[in-house]
């Protein structure tokens, strides 16, 4: 099987999104900005409509302010199958469970059709970690996103096994999208950028678990001295503090060295309910 593909070949062609939470909905946004169909599903059809809600209310404007592309549109649906049928590519966006992952790639390598390519949006795990039940390796990737549609970049990297062209073809197609991809050259635990923003992240959670300073204080800095709209602490609460706490989990579970104050401090907010914009409150109350 050759996934040498162009957008020409895919532009009529659904994509999946499986997961409807904080990135899935905006991963769907993105791939109906060019007039295209995302098909949403998630165990909890609520969430795939207000998923599909997002898109609708999103996307207009999002089309308007960058001056090209159609408006499309996002569908939920009620099953697996349902989503997977005719898709070009699917995108996992299911929490960060290495388990979890294993199990929905199993069901997905069943139903998907024979084209199809597979993308995990994992901010943490390497694909090759989850590609257990995957039959043909060589269609599975990591796709990495980081908030769209405001950060567009994305991280490509093959899971040992994948097809060069996959990752060629990839390239070519993601920006019709405004999705803009960069490969990572070797396996690497955090991809590319995501490397960068755990350090930052990370130093940032110590600096207030010591005591040093407020979250606040720390994201009035980074928005004064480097003119960031948002600090860290922000961009936590955006994520959801949860999705933080497993990303940290899985580093400190390859490196035993990590100070293990980011991760108390992360424990205090999640098990008291307080998982950021979500749940509306975290570092921040958005009641």
């Known amino acids: 099987m050759s996934y040498a ?9 659904p994509v999946a999104v499986l997961g409807a939470g904080t990135l899935g909905r905006r991963i769907a946004l993105m791939f109906a900005s060019r007039g295209g169909l995302s098909r949403i599903y998630d165990p909890d059809p609520a969430q795939a409509q207000a998923g599909a809600e997002f898109v609708a209310t ?3 404007q999002m089309v308007a302010d960058r001056g090209s592309g159609a408006v499309g549109r996002a569908e939920p649906v009620s099953s697996l199958a349902e989503a997977l049928a005719g898709a070009w590519l699917v995108v996992e966006a299911v929490p960060e469970r290495l388990d979890l992952k ?7 390598d069943e139903l998907a ?10 901010s943490s795990y390497a694909s090759r970690l989850m590609s257990e039940k995957v039959r043909d390796k060589s269609r599975l990737c990591n796709m990495h996103f980081y908030m769209p549609p405001r950060s567009n970049a ?6 040992g096994q994948t097809d060069p062209e996959l990752l060629s073809s990839l390239q070519a197609i993601l920006p019709e999208y405004d999705i803009h991809p960069f490969v990572a050259m070797r396996e690497s635990t955090g991809f590319i950028f995501n490397r ?4 930052i992240k990370r130093e940032s959670l110590q600096v207030v678990a010591e005591g040093v300073a407020r979250p606040e204080d720390i994201d009035a800095m980074f928005r004064l001295n480097w ?3 948002v600090g860290p602490f922000q961009m936590m609460d955006s994520v959801g503090l949860d999705v933080v706490l497993d990303i940290e989990d899985h580093y400190a579970a390859e490196n035993p060295h990590l100070p293990e104050g980011p991760r108390r401090l992360l424990h205090e907010y999640v098990d ?7 749940s509306g409150t975290g570092f921040y109350d958005y009641s």
């Open 272 to 278: 008291a309910g307080k998982l950021g914009r979500k």
């Open 5 to 13: 593909v162009t957008f020409a070949d895919v532009q009529d062609r």
């Open 102 to 108: 294993i199990d929905v790639w199993g069901q997905i």
């Open 196 to 199: 960068v923003w755990a350090a």
């Open 227 to 229: 003119h960031m709209p």
């Open 58 to 60: 999103t996307l207009p």
């Open 113 to 122: 059709d024979a084209g199809t390519i597979f993308a995990t949006n994992s």
């Open 154 to 159: 994305v991280d490509l990297m093959s899971d």
